[in-house]
Protein backbone atom coordinates (compact mmCIF):
# COMPACT_ATOMS: atom_id res chain seq x y z
CA UNK A 1 0.00 0.00 0.00
CA UNK A 2 1.41 3.06 -1.13
CA UNK A 3 1.22 5.14 2.19
CA UNK A 4 1.85 9.13 2.68
CA UNK A 5 2.30 10.13 5.79
CA UNK A 6 2.03 14.12 6.94
CA UNK A 7 3.59 15.88 9.41
CA UNK A 8 2.43 17.87 11.87
CA UNK A 9 -1.15 15.72 11.72
CA UNK A 10 -2.28 19.40 13.92
CA UNK A 11 -0.93 22.80 13.88
CA UNK A 12 -1.80 25.76 15.85
CA UNK A 13 0.17 28.85 15.34
CA UNK A 14 0.39 32.80 16.11
CA UNK A 15 0.15 34.85 13.19
CA UNK A 16 3.36 35.58 11.61
CA UNK A 17 5.25 32.35 12.57
CA UNK A 18 6.72 29.83 10.66
CA UNK A 19 5.60 26.57 9.87
CA UNK A 20 6.97 23.22 8.01
CA UNK A 21 4.63 20.34 6.54
CA UNK A 22 6.23 17.21 5.60
CA UNK A 23 4.75 14.76 3.93
CA UNK A 24 7.06 11.75 3.55
CA UNK A 25 6.52 8.16 2.02
CA UNK A 26 8.40 4.70 1.52
CA UNK A 27 7.12 5.00 -2.28
CA UNK A 28 8.74 6.55 -5.33
CA UNK A 29 6.12 8.95 -7.05
CA UNK A 30 5.84 10.37 -10.70
CA UNK A 31 4.68 13.53 -8.85
CA UNK A 32 3.58 15.03 -6.11
CA UNK A 33 1.24 17.91 -5.37
CA UNK A 34 -0.05 20.14 -2.92
CA UNK A 35 -3.80 21.09 -2.13
CA UNK A 36 -5.20 23.26 0.20
CA UNK A 37 -9.08 22.60 1.36
CA UNK A 38 -11.71 24.22 3.39
CA UNK A 39 -14.74 22.84 5.56
CA UNK A 40 -17.24 21.84 2.79
CA UNK A 41 -15.63 22.30 -0.54
CA UNK A 42 -13.35 20.34 -2.43
CA UNK A 43 -9.37 20.52 -2.16
CA UNK A 44 -7.59 23.28 -4.61
CA UNK A 45 -4.52 22.63 -6.26
CA UNK A 46 -1.27 24.61 -4.95
CA UNK A 47 1.65 23.30 -6.44
CA UNK A 48 3.10 20.58 -8.38
CA UNK A 49 6.29 19.30 -7.99
CA UNK A 50 7.88 16.60 -10.43
CA UNK A 51 11.37 16.51 -10.30
CA UNK A 52 13.57 15.24 -7.31
CA UNK A 53 15.03 17.94 -5.51
CA UNK A 54 12.65 20.57 -6.84
CA UNK A 55 11.79 23.71 -5.52
CA UNK A 56 8.92 25.74 -5.85
CA UNK A 57 8.21 29.37 -4.82
CA UNK A 58 4.21 30.47 -4.48
CA UNK A 59 4.10 33.90 -2.69
CA UNK A 60 5.10 32.86 0.94
CA UNK A 61 4.83 29.69 0.32
CA UNK A 62 7.88 27.15 -0.38
CA UNK A 63 7.42 23.38 -2.20
CA UNK A 64 10.48 20.86 -2.27
CA UNK A 65 10.47 17.61 -3.36
CA UNK A 66 13.17 15.02 -2.22
CA UNK A 67 15.69 14.08 -4.49
CA UNK A 68 14.40 10.50 -4.36
CA UNK A 69 10.98 11.77 -5.03
CA UNK A 70 9.77 10.06 -2.21
CA UNK A 71 9.02 13.11 0.35
CA UNK A 72 8.24 16.86 0.41
CA UNK A 73 7.68 19.94 2.36
CA UNK A 74 5.81 22.79 2.29
CA UNK A 75 7.20 26.40 4.21
CA UNK A 76 4.86 29.11 5.05
CA UNK A 77 6.11 32.24 6.11
CA UNK A 78 5.06 34.94 8.13
CA UNK A 79 1.48 33.06 7.94
CA UNK A 80 -1.58 34.52 8.36
CA UNK A 81 -5.09 33.63 9.40
CA UNK A 82 -6.09 33.13 5.20
CA UNK A 83 -3.69 30.38 5.46
CA UNK A 84 -5.76 28.84 7.97
CA UNK A 85 -7.44 25.13 6.48
CA UNK A 86 -6.46 21.62 5.74
CA UNK A 87 -2.99 21.49 3.41
CA UNK A 88 -3.00 18.02 1.88
CA UNK A 89 -0.09 16.83 -0.29
CA UNK A 90 -0.88 13.64 -3.04
CA UNK A 91 1.21 11.78 -4.55
CA UNK A 92 0.85 10.39 -8.55
CA UNK A 93 0.91 6.40 -8.42
CA UNK A 94 1.98 4.85 -11.66
CA UNK A 95 1.15 7.46 -13.42
CA UNK A 96 -2.63 6.70 -12.84
CA UNK A 97 -3.74 7.60 -9.55
CA UNK A 98 -3.53 10.11 -6.93
CA UNK A 99 -2.85 9.15 -3.72
CA UNK A 100 -3.45 11.74 -0.71
CA UNK A 101 -1.55 11.90 2.66
CA UNK A 102 -3.22 12.17 6.08
CA UNK A 103 -3.56 15.35 5.92
CA UNK A 104 -2.27 18.18 8.25
CA UNK A 105 -5.05 20.71 10.07
CA UNK A 106 -3.42 24.12 10.09
CA UNK A 107 -4.95 27.24 12.15
CA UNK A 108 -3.24 30.54 12.05
CA UNK A 109 -5.17 32.83 15.07
CA UNK A 110 -4.39 36.76 14.60
CA UNK B 1 -9.39 27.24 -16.16
CA UNK B 2 -10.90 23.81 -15.95
CA UNK B 3 -14.14 23.61 -13.65
CA UNK B 4 -15.86 20.08 -11.95
CA UNK B 5 -18.88 20.66 -10.63
CA UNK B 6 -20.83 18.12 -8.20
CA UNK B 7 -24.87 18.02 -7.90
CA UNK B 8 -25.82 18.01 -5.95
CA UNK B 9 -23.91 19.39 -3.21
CA UNK B 10 -25.82 18.50 -0.12
CA UNK B 11 -28.63 15.85 0.00
CA UNK B 12 -30.26 14.20 2.82
CA UNK B 13 -31.93 10.63 2.38
CA UNK B 14 -33.70 7.63 4.45
CA UNK B 15 -31.82 4.27 4.97
CA UNK B 16 -32.96 2.04 2.44
CA UNK B 17 -32.92 4.18 -0.62
CA UNK B 18 -30.68 5.13 -2.94
CA UNK B 19 -29.07 8.81 -4.02
CA UNK B 20 -27.21 9.24 -7.44
CA UNK B 21 -24.37 12.27 -7.43
CA UNK B 22 -23.31 13.88 -10.31
CA UNK B 23 -19.72 14.91 -11.70
CA UNK B 24 -19.21 16.84 -14.41
CA UNK B 25 -16.27 18.66 -16.02
CA UNK B 26 -17.77 21.68 -17.86
CA UNK B 27 -14.96 22.90 -20.08
CA UNK B 28 -13.12 20.03 -20.96
CA UNK B 29 -13.30 16.44 -21.96
CA UNK B 30 -12.44 14.09 -19.25
CA UNK B 31 -11.87 10.24 -19.98
CA UNK B 32 -10.91 9.54 -16.46
CA UNK B 33 -12.76 10.53 -13.64
CA UNK B 34 -11.94 9.60 -10.10
CA UNK B 35 -14.61 9.37 -6.89
CA UNK B 36 -12.99 9.96 -3.26
CA UNK B 37 -14.80 9.89 0.34
CA UNK B 38 -14.06 12.22 3.35
CA UNK B 39 -14.88 11.89 6.61
CA UNK B 40 -14.75 14.54 9.32
CA UNK B 41 -11.65 15.79 9.61
CA UNK B 42 -9.99 13.47 7.32
CA UNK B 43 -8.07 12.87 4.04
CA UNK B 44 -9.66 12.09 1.18
CA UNK B 45 -10.00 7.92 0.53
CA UNK B 46 -10.10 6.92 -3.26
CA UNK B 47 -13.48 4.68 -4.09
CA UNK B 48 -12.71 4.25 -7.72
CA UNK B 49 -11.13 5.20 -10.80
CA UNK B 50 -14.14 5.80 -13.58
CA UNK B 51 -12.78 4.97 -17.29
CA UNK B 52 -15.39 6.82 -20.42
CA UNK B 53 -17.21 3.58 -22.03
CA UNK B 54 -15.73 1.23 -19.42
CA UNK B 55 -15.81 -0.56 -15.86
CA UNK B 56 -14.80 1.41 -13.03
CA UNK B 57 -11.81 0.22 -11.43
CA UNK B 58 -12.76 -0.05 -7.47
CA UNK B 59 -9.96 0.25 -4.88
CA UNK B 60 -9.63 -2.37 -2.02
CA UNK B 61 -12.52 -2.57 0.91
CA UNK B 62 -14.91 -0.45 -1.69
CA UNK B 63 -18.30 -2.42 -2.50
CA UNK B 64 -18.54 -1.98 -6.18
CA UNK B 65 -22.58 -3.55 -5.69
CA UNK B 66 -22.90 -0.60 -2.98
CA UNK B 67 -21.30 2.11 -4.78
CA UNK B 68 -22.43 2.15 -8.80
CA UNK B 69 -20.27 4.29 -10.95
CA UNK B 70 -21.60 5.20 -14.37
CA UNK B 71 -19.27 7.12 -17.38
CA UNK B 72 -21.35 7.13 -20.05
CA UNK B 73 -19.59 10.37 -21.52
CA UNK B 74 -16.59 12.39 -21.58
CA UNK B 75 -18.13 15.04 -18.82
CA UNK B 76 -20.06 13.10 -16.52
CA UNK B 77 -19.49 10.56 -14.45
CA UNK B 78 -22.14 9.28 -11.93
CA UNK B 79 -21.71 7.82 -8.54
CA UNK B 80 -24.62 5.93 -6.65
CA UNK B 81 -25.07 4.74 -3.36
CA UNK B 82 -27.53 1.83 -3.26
CA UNK B 83 -29.68 1.13 -0.43
CA UNK B 84 -27.34 4.08 1.91
CA UNK B 85 -27.32 3.66 5.43
CA UNK B 86 -26.30 5.82 7.91
CA UNK B 87 -22.74 4.65 8.01
CA UNK B 88 -22.67 5.78 4.02
CA UNK B 89 -22.91 9.56 4.87
CA UNK B 90 -19.82 11.04 4.68
CA UNK B 91 -18.52 13.63 2.31
CA UNK B 92 -18.05 12.85 -1.59
CA UNK B 93 -15.60 14.42 -3.97
CA UNK B 94 -14.97 13.87 -7.45
CA UNK B 95 -12.27 15.10 -9.26
CA UNK B 96 -12.08 14.70 -13.52
CA UNK B 97 -8.59 14.48 -15.26
CA UNK B 98 -7.48 16.56 -18.09
CA UNK B 99 -4.87 16.12 -20.64
CA UNK B 100 -2.70 19.08 -22.07
CA UNK B 101 0.06 17.94 -24.28
CA UNK B 102 1.80 15.05 -22.78
CA UNK B 103 0.78 15.86 -18.84
CA UNK B 104 -2.54 15.30 -17.23
CA UNK B 105 -3.92 17.72 -14.43
CA UNK B 106 -6.74 16.58 -12.26
CA UNK B 107 -9.08 19.18 -10.83
CA UNK B 108 -11.74 18.56 -8.08
CA UNK B 109 -15.26 18.92 -8.01
CA UNK B 110 -16.69 21.37 -4.56
CA UNK B 111 -17.87 17.76 -3.29
CA UNK B 112 -21.55 16.15 -1.77
CA UNK B 113 -22.65 16.33 1.19
CA UNK B 114 -24.58 12.89 1.98
CA UNK B 115 -26.55 12.60 4.98
CA UNK B 116 -28.27 9.30 5.40
CA UNK B 117 -31.22 9.06 8.42
Known amino acids: TQLLEQSPQFLSIQEGENLTVYCNSSSVFSSLQWYRQEPGEGPVLLVT?????EVKKLKRLTFQFGDARKDSSLHITAAQPGDTGLYLCAGLWNTDKLIFGTGTRLQVFP | GAVVSQHPSRVICKSGTSVKIECRSLDFQATTMFWYRQFPKKSLMLMAT?????????EQGVEKDKFLINHASLTLSTLTVTSAHPEDSSFYICSARARWGQFYEQYFGPGTRLTVT
Open chain 2, 50 to 58: SNEGSKATY
Open chain 1, 49 to 53: VVTGG
